[in-house]
Structures are given as C-alpha cells and as structure tokens.
C-alpha cells in the first residue's frame, strides 16, 4: 500500500472543495436565522417551516414530483423495450445505427432538444403543461435508462430466454417471467437515474411548459432573478438531499446485483 | 412385429421414425452450417451427435428445438412438419450446455416452471415435481436456489426440468461438459438409466467421443455440417467408413498405399519400400493401384521380442517410447522407414516381467480381419 503523501491530501482536498464547496455554504444558509442571505444570524430550521407554509413553492413541488415519477416510469418501460430489441432483436437493417441513435439524446444540447419538442408541440397542437414537460422528460431520460438496461442484457444468458420458450413460455411470458425478474436492478436503477434526471431538469421544461405547469427548478430560477432568499436555500438543500438519495440508492441496487452475480459465478466455478 | 431382442428399430423397415430430417440446409450468410442432411431417428433411441466444435451438430439440434429454422428441406416430428411451430409448442424438451437454470427461482420453481405454463391443476403440479424431484434424487434440495447447491445437482435440476413436462423428444446439448470426469461417468449411466426409465427419446450432442459411445443407441458422426457416418458405437469403432471416422473416435494407426491385388474380400496393399504388402480383408470393390488407406487400432496389434509364428502381417521395428497406464502399455514402434505404428497391450504380468524396453527391437503382428480398408 502506497503512502498517502500531502501532495495527495492537498489535490483531494483542492478538487472536493471545487466540486462542494459551493453546494456546502448553500446547506449551511439554509439554516440562517437572518433574512439577508449573505449575513450570518445563529442556526434556525425557521425557512424550512416558511416553506412549508409557501402555496407556490408547494405547488411547485408537487408538480415536480408528478413530472418526475410519470416520465421516468415511461423512459423506463420505454428505454427497456429498446435495449431488448437493440441487444437481442437479432441483425435487422440499420440495426447499428439505431444503436448509435439512441445513444446521440446524451450529447444533444439540451436548448436543442427543448426546441425542437417546443416546435414539435405547437406543431400538433398539444396544449402546453405538466403533459408536454413529461413527454419531454421521458424523451431525454429514456435514452440513459436504455443504455443502463443494454449494459446488463449484454452480459444476460441467451440460454435463459431460449430455456423459457422451450418450456412454453411466449417470448412475453419469457421477458416476464425470466428476463425482467433478473434484469430488475438494471431496471430500477434507471428508473432513479431518469426520476433524478427529470427532478434537476430546468432547460427542457422551460421551453415546453406552459403557464399551468410550473416545476421546482423553474420556480427556483424565476425567483431567485428577484433576490436570493433563505428559503430558495432551504428548498435546494432538500432538493439536494433527494437527488443524492435517488443517486446513491440507484448505486447501491446496482452494485449489490453485481455482488450477488459475482457471488453466483464464483459458486458456480468451485463446484 | 416379431419381438424384438435387440432394440434396432433403424433395422426394421417397418417401423416409422420419430423425426425425420428431409434434405436439411442451414446457412449463416455465406457459411453452410448444415449441408442437405436426410437423417431419421427413432423413438425411444438415445441418438448422439458427434463432431467437432463448428461442425454444425449444435444447429442441428437447434433446429430441432425451434430456435433456428432450416433454410432448406423439411423437419418432421411424429409426422407432421415442424418447421413453422415456435419452440414453445413443440414436443421437445432442451437441456442446455450451461444449463439455464433460473438464477431468481428456487429449485422447485425451476422445475415446475414449464408445467405451470401449461395451466394444470395446483395439486397435480406438485405431485409432478415431487416425482421428478425423487427421479434425480434432490428431494431435500428443493427449497434452494441455482447458486446454493453443486454442479452435479444443477446439472440434475436441469434435466428434471426439462423432463417434468414429459416431452416426446429431449435434447441434450452437451450436457456434461461442466462436470469432472468422475461425476461425468457416473452421470452418464444415470443418464442412460433414467431414459430407460422414461422411455424418451434423447438426443444429445457431444464432442467426446467416449461419452457418445458410452450411452447412445446410434452414433452420428458429423463434419463441416455433413453426417459422415451414422451407426451403433461398435460399427463406428470397428468399421468406420472413412479415415475421418477412424481418426476421430479413439486412436487408431492410419497406414497410406496402395492396392497391390484383390481376390474377392482378400486383398493386399502395398505401403512402405522394404515392407511386406498388408494382408486384409474388405468389402469393398478396390481396383489395383489405386490408393487405400489401412486403419488399424493399437490393440488389435500385437508386440513381441521374437517373430511371431503364422502372423499374417508381421514387422520388425525398434520401440521408441512406451506410455504406461497401469492397465496397459502403449507401444510406439519405428520401423526401419521412419513410421511408428502404435501398439496396446494389457499388462496381464507385473511390469518386471516385460520383455523389452525402449531401443529393444520388437516385432508387431496382426490378423488379416483387425484391419479396416479405407478409400477416403
């Protein structure tokens, strides 16, 4: 084991400081007594009790939420079907360009995006609110569940599927009863990754929204253009606690299936 | 019918195959994995199909599954066509090399999976996988998952699954490849056992050679998506029909010449400068100077310090290397030409008693019937 030197302490330290610093002293004035964001008056919990009082930032909040679990659950059915059909669909025409299509959603600008699902909305005369931001959400967020849910079928035993059909499974039955089962924490972690996704989303849901729908991030930005409050900093912190929930809780899924495949595989070889 | 005290369907041609495969083709793309194969296989038989990897015998068992379609030709089960029924609802059964068990249902489940797609009755279920449970012997493992029990037992779980839903025909696709050689030869006669038992047909697919003689009725020897040779193990062992069949199932000397004369079955074949032209006999029609090839197994020669008496082939050679395996001795024996010919004998004395040693000259003789005379 190599030493930990100080040049190693002061980079770690530089580069966390970067990274959370920022987010650090936002945590830290939440829990400001004072009004004046910039002046430190003692620790009071007193703006996380205004903002449960707040009917806008409430609603707000709520909006979210709905967003949030209606689209991730779409780019969640959603991006499985296609890593299915893109893994085990077989070689069809324009099969490796699909593969790569599906992947170009994660480097598109998100003013991009947000555009052209503005354009493509007023375009067929869909009325512009929560549906709009959720089908927007479930466009952008499918592509990473999908690619989370190829990763694992790559490395999921054809045999198992071929097994189920034999023993008179349909190809559903066989993706219902074999496939999903084990897939699941792929799955579920993408599932986290596309709720997360839309829960931090500000860009795309300002351009598709309409004056019905207002999410937390955007309820956020328009006020802070009139002045920071200790209550913005209240809500972000628990915006942040959330996210880093769903964050580490996506993780854990995925490293405990990893656990218990590896576990199955080492089984497997001393026997 | 006459009752039958050999079981040999293939020989009666009265008796009507369980599958039948009509001028089967499979291409992938520019490869021929199976090439215009027309082969029947009867019921309760325990067919295996032999071959190296990549030779195709996989596709075709495949194919019979329903998980490839031939690209030509017809496949018939029971007398009907199943080339367009999706493996689900087919008659056969697969036990699959890596045995895909399901890793999230305990053995149980695993087996009671494809009865319950069937929709029977709860209580009919479970007395089905109780009976299949005591068949393969893991009564007391039913509560566990895939990864808490042996490769043996998986190995058992896999075939009880596949045999709970009582198919007409059960493929085996390699299905001891994973074990040790001591588990594989037990398992092998449990294999045979519990097909005798049930009175399914089996086919299996093996690259060992010993395993396919070991438990199948008839032997299928495949190459580069051909059968070459389809028979019982010993027709396949004793009279193979090419040096390919020769070389592939156990060791063999294979001696290239040439057809000296013919008289009826007698026949000698002139091969090295100096020798004596091998005496043997064969069925088949040779003219003289054409090429032959003479394919004898090591234990069919015999070694000897003197010069046997009323051999009918006999050469003179120096032994280069002896391989002892306890039971028997394997002899490489160069002749005077450069070629080593193997020689087998069972060490009926104590190894003391041995006549010779390495650089001892030796003669090697044998019979005009041990060999086989090969034109391919």
Known sequence: ?271 | MSPQTVFAPWEDPASKPLIRFYGVTKRFGDFTAIDNIDLDIFEREFFALLGPSGCGKTTLMRMLAGFETPTEGTIWLDGRDIGPVPPNKRATNMMFQSYALFPHLNVRDNIAFGLRREGKPKDAIAARVDEMLRLVQLQKFAGRKPHQISGGQRQRVALARCLAKAPRLLLLDEPLGALDRKLREETQFELMDIQEKTGTTFVIVTHDQEEAMTVASRVAVMDHGKLVQVATPDVIYEAPVSTYVADFIGDVNILPGRIAAQDGTRVTIDWAEGQPAIAARTRLALAPGSAAYFAIRPEKIAISAARPEGAANAVAGKVLDIAYLGNISTYHVELPGGQVIKAQSANTDRIAAREFTWEDAAWLSWTDAAGVVLDR
């Open chain 1, 1 to 271: 084991m190599r030493r930990f030197s100080w040049i190693n302490a002061t980079s770690l330290t530089l580069g966390f400081a970067f990274l959370y610093l920022p987010m650090l002293i936002l945590i830290v004035y939440s829990f400001n007594a004072s009004k004046l964001v910039t002046v430190w008056a003692g620790f009071s919990t007193r703006w996380y009790g205004e903002l449960l009082r707040n009917d806008a930032f409430l609603g707000a909040a709520w909006v979210t939420l709905k967003v949030a679990v209606l689209s991730s659950t779409l780019a969640t059915i959603l991006g499985t079907m296609a890593a299915h059909v893109l893994v085990r669909g077989g070689r069809f025409a324009g099969r490796t360009l699909f593969s790569g299509m599906i992947y170009a959603p994660l480097v598109m600008p998100e003013v991009i995006t947000g555009l052209s699902l503005l354009l493509l909305f007023i375009g067929i005369g869909l009325d512009r609110g929560i549906v709009t931001i959720v089908l927007a959400h479930t466009t952008f967020s499918m592509c990473y569940v999908s690619v989370v849910v190829s990763s694992r079928l790559v490395s999921f035993d054809r045999a198992l599927e071929e097994a189920a059909l034999d023993l008179g499974c349909t190809p559903f039955q066989a993706f219902r009863l074999v496939t999903l089962p084990i897939i699941a924490p792929a799955v579920i972690s993408g599932w986290l990754l596309a709720f997360t996704l839309s829960l931090d989303d500000l860009v795309i849901a300002s351009f598709v929204t309409g004056p019905s729908a207002t999410t937390l991030p955007m309820k956020i930005w328009s006020s802070v253009r009139l002045g920071v409050s200790p209550e913005i900093n209240a809500l972000s912190t628990l915006l942040i606690g959330i996210v880093t929930l769903g964050v580490i809780t996506a993780s854990l899924v995925s490293k405990r299936a990893i656990a218990s495949r590896q576990r199955d595989e080492q089984a497997a070889q001393q026997t």
